[in-house]
DNA sequence: CTGAAAGCGCTAACAA
DNA sequence: TTGTTAGCGCTTTCAG
């Protein structure tokens, strides 16, 4: 009878016994020295690191895990990875990991919207030390479930209105109302405006912005000219080109709640024969990579996305550690990035008038 | 003294032996019901199933995988996260996994490229049940590692010379055969050639292919005009400035070995006041999802992404699900994704000949 | 068909 | 300073 077992075996490799062994000690004083306690004679835990070396001992972490010890990963819930939103997000994320030494599991989670507390169940259960969620569209049933197991967890980009969840996000509401009022400045009056889904808190408050821009300068609020979408380039796109062959007269600027549907916006306009910025200022939100590369370069409100993954793993690692338990709510600042995307526009029947200035934080001009 | 312990804690869940005792069964069974195994009575596979269910009860991996299960986890390596390249992989996988439902742990090793060898280490000792690697620059030693304790693993766009590791690529060299011979048939000769990193298989690949369509057509290789880079864009900017700046006569097309290159090349073209395609080609190679966000959309040769993520997750999991053990190399077509900038030369002195035409398959038109 | 019991590799008291 | 031992939650024989 040939041996080809059905099941994957499971090898296994050297475990703290071969180095007790080794290295002539008990297996306690083995993983002693490998946690780094603090009482083990100098000659003691020289030779067992040897033997550690020697056999190329690496410890099991679910083993460790298992018996109360620290898994050392942490997980990362998102919805997908179909833009460099998250991309760049995880890139902060990965790198305040590295610095911390700790590795990362990767739920995604565009399967079954609902079943994430299914997620969470299996996460808080297993062997992740904390959660970081990205789902802009929770049910925030789960988060319940977390704080019941005091399971550490951070938003990303997300609050949680009436809970207290530590959370990282964006001026989302000052960085709209930059936005809009470089628009202001840049001579428009007839600002479309593209929300995003109008359940996420940031969608409603980057819409709160815009408004409050328009009316501080003195501008009407134009419900036509605002438009709602859910942060996909189709729907940026769709939405644009309704709007662009049917509203009369035509909006000069066109401010898209995301980069996305900015560049939506961007080929509808295209399409109706708008050259940007020429005849149509389009701005965005976000600052993903491909605002950069899209033509013209998009201007639009930058996220400090990278550091939000970072600012996001340093809040979870305090309260893993035990330093902090209490939510936290951390607001990073947006920044109004000038690229190619925006020209000014003429005021008919008026001299460019000196508009309201505030007091801001100066843009940045990027190529 | 009071009792705030400085250590995180570890807190319970629900556990095996609570659905045991809430279903009056040992705990033996219940694990056989969650197993799926055959010979349990179905009266009793009922009453565990309603305790489970009620009681919210959720498999703690470790545990599992520590005795002997399945922990469901693969682990997938990579450089970085800096491009779409690697998120469009990880997409397919991702999808795959889905289907399969496994979980994913993302290993980044940006970090020490040296340094691999430990994570491989780790995991293979650890948590996960097989291996994905996208990395391109791997000292091959730690294959080695792997197929010793014969873990799965399956190479992403990358293939193992001398050894026989499963992997997954695309057709670099032919990619690279269609894009020059496109180039050629629209009428240039002069066609700069950036490359990869030369420790690369596929890099050597896509400058072979390109020799081969030069020769084919009887257009001499000049050496010149084949420039190393190192697929990131700030080289395919500084080559090809270089290049643009010094070279008599001009070339009339670049080909760059990823987009990211290509996106170098065509900043540094516009830098030179070069208008693209009129003055000058430029094509790519990977279609990251960049290539049509930038402008002018990028011709480029489109590597199956999304594809060769799931496909290496289906040989993974033959791997690890015992249904194949020997090492399969497949390699995927690319195809030559027609956009913008690439447009046609006037062949001085010359008639545009009929070049060679070879049976091919048909590029795609894109927008 | 089901229970009992032996670990998986490791941590953390508790002794010595 | 180090050894002994009891689990962590689960899978898997081995007996009923």
Redesign the pocket.
């Known amino acids: 009878m040939t041996n080809n077992s059905q ?1 994957p075996k ?1 090898r ?9 062994r080794a290295s ?12 780094g ?9 020289h030779r067992v690191m040897e033997a550690v070396e020697q056999l190329g ?14 898994s050392r990963i942490i997980g990362l819930l998102v919805p997908n990875l179909d833009n460099g939103y998250i991309g760049t997000i995880m890139r902060g994320i990965d790198q305040e990991l590295e610095r911390a030494n700790y590795d990362l599991m990767l739920y995604t989670t565009h399967r079954q919207p609902d079943n994430e507390s299914f997620y969470v169940n299996a996460i808080a ?1 297993g062997l992740t030390e904390g959660l970081l969620l990205v789902t802009p569209l929770v049910a925030t049933t789960y988060l319940k479930v977390l704080r019941e197991h005091s399971f550490p967890y951070v938003l990303i980009d997300q609050v949680d209105g009436a809970d207290n969840s530590s959370s990282v996000s964006a001026t989302n509401w000052q960085g709209a109302y930059e936005a809009t009022q470089h628009l202001i400045e840049l001579g428009h009056r007839r600002i479309a405006f593209i929300t995003g889904a109008l359940v996420i808190q940031s969608a409603v408050d980057r819409l709160q912005g815009y408004k409050a821009a328009l009316a501080d300068s003195g501008i009407p609020i134009r419900d036509e000219l605002i438009l709602e979408g859910d942060y996909l380039q189709r729907s940026g796109y769709e939405i644009s080109k309704n709007l662009l062959q049917s509203a009369v007269p035509l909006p000069t600027a066109i401010f898209a709640s995301n980069d996305l549907s900015a560049f939506g916006a961007m080929d509808a306009a295209r399409e109706c024969g708008l050259r940007i910025p020429d005849d149509i200022s389009v701005i965005g939100f976000d600052d993903i990579p491909q605002a950069s590369l899209v033509y013209p370069k998009l201007t639009t409100v930058g996220q400090p996305l990278e550091q939000m993954g970072k600012v996001a793993v340093k809040m979870l690692l305090e309260q893993i550690e035990g330093r902090n338990h209490q939510p936290r709510r951390v607001t990073l600042a947006t920044q109004l990035v000038l690229r190619d995307s925006c020209g000014s526009h003429q005021v008919e029947g008026e001299e460019h008038s000196n508009t309201v200035k505030r007091d801001r934080r100066k843009p940045i001009q990027l190529n």
């Open positions: 099941s499971k296994r490799g050297v475990t703290i016994m071969d180095v007790a002539g000690v008990s297996y306690a004083t083995v993983s002693r020295v490998l946690s306690y603090e009482f083990v004679k100098a000659s003691t835990r001992y690496v410890a099991n972490l679910q083993a460790r895990s298992l018996a109360g010890g620290r259960n």
